[in-house]
């Protein structure tokens, strides 16, 4: 079977890892610096704070934004549930917008039709690798609404006034799982730090040995609501050479996601998904008969998946199939083929053989 996904580990991993388990700090430590530090130099951003995985990263985003009740947040329903689960944790209104045809990503054009004055927050996604062009349409200074970019799926792509990535299992680069907030200043950055440890500055327990009590007095206070969302050193150890290799990453998914492309080209009933700024997290097409098109892989050997569910329809989210004409077009007919680094190009010959066949 060609596994649609398949975790990449560099081979330097399990030493680099095993070198750190013999150390003091297996916890969050001198790795979990480095490798923010090294996140930062790789893509010339600052304020990135890590945690533990892409939806704590999310959760944080919304925490510093502070949405609560009755916000109104505007969020596409394709994508990963961790994007808008955590918003129906603080009980806003979540207002779902539109996707666009070409690149699946959320509708610029219907946002705008629906931000109103109770708008607190837009949440885009760059599906599948693919940069949704949300903030080319708004200003990014520091306004109302916010837009928080869910790039999960698009390691590189850095946009709106936060970014909330992703570094678990199957991803460009993995930490097993973990995460990194982009902020927009030092100072959210620091409050993401707090939140991230129970509320608690870790440099300044640090600055008194690690000492709650001097002369019978706390050496510091906590003043905001903290959680347990920090990244350890074994997972960052594992980041610092996933980065390492991100070039190549890139580089070797754009190459079988661009001779899919070629092989495809003019094949009748199959659009390959794409967009201007591409990272090549999935290779998705558009199909018809999609039911008969994944019978024809899994025959031969294929594995495929839709890998995302609306998530309106969710009875969590109400469980209603909303009015969004795309979305709703749509629906029937995407379906993500095998990308990655366990993917080879006599793999896409193959698969685009079997296609080329008819379903």
């Known amino acids: 079977m060609i596994d649609l996904f398949y975790p990449y580990i560099p081979k330097e991993v399990p030493d680099a890892v095993a070198d750190v388990l013999k150390t ?6 001198p790795k979990v610096k480095q490798f923010e530090k090294d996140f930062c130099g790789l893509f010339q951003v600052s304020n990135a704070v890590s945690v533990n ?3 704590a990263a999310l959760e944080t985003a919304y925490d510093l934004i502070g949405l609560k009740e009755g916000d109104e947040v505007i969020t596409t329903p394709l994508t990963c549930t961790a994007t808008n689960l955590p918003l129906l944790a603080r009980k806003v ?4 917008a539109d996707i666009l045809a070409d690149t699946l990503c959320i509708d610029y054009k219907d946002v705008c039709r629906k931000v109103t004055n109770k708008t607190k927050a837009i949440v885009q996604v760059h599906l599948g690798g693919i940069r949704a062009d949300l903030s080319d349409h708004f200003d990014q200074h520091w306004h109302n609404p916010v837009i928080v970019s869910d790039a999960a799926q698009a390691l590189g792509i850095f946009t709106g006034h936060y970014t909330c990535c992703s570094f678990q ?5 993995s930490t097993c799982d973990g995460g ?3 902020c927009p200043d030092q100072a959210t950055a620091y409050k993401a730090k707090l939140m991230r440890w129970f509320g608690i500055d870790r440099d300044k327990r640090i600055e008194n040995n690690w000492q709650a009590y001097t002369k019978r007095k706390m ?3 906590i003043e905001i609501l903290g959680y347990k969302r920090q990244m350890h050193d074994v997972a960052a150890t594992m980041g610092i050479i996933g980065l390492q290799h991100y070039r190549e990453v890139i580089e070797y998914r754009k190459k079988l996601f661009n001779l899919y492309k070629d092989l495809l080209s003019g094949v009748d009933g199959i659009t390959v998904v794409d967009g201007d700024v591409n990272t090549y997290w999935l290779l998705t097409v558009l199909v018809e008969r999609r039911e008969d098109f994944a019978k ?3 025959s031969s050997d294929i594995d495929s998946n839709t890998v995302h569910v609306r998530n309106d329809i969710f009875d969590i989210f109400g469980g209603k199939r909303q009015e969004l004409p795309v979305m709703n077009e749509v629906e029937e007919k995407y379906i993500s083929l095998p990308l990655g680094m366990h993917v080879s190009e006599e793999d896409v010959q193959y698969i685009c053989e079997k ?3 008819g379903w």
């Open 24 to 29: 003091r700090w297996i916890g969050q430590g």
């Open 53 to 55: 995985s892409g939806t």
């Open 93 to 96: 209104k979540i207002v779902w």
């Open 169 to 173: 299992a199957i991803k460009h680069i």
């Open 180 to 182: 990194m907030v982009v």
């Open 219 to 221: 050496t510091q206070d």
């Open 296 to 298: 024809m892989l899994f």
């Open 355 to 357: 296609i080329k066949g």
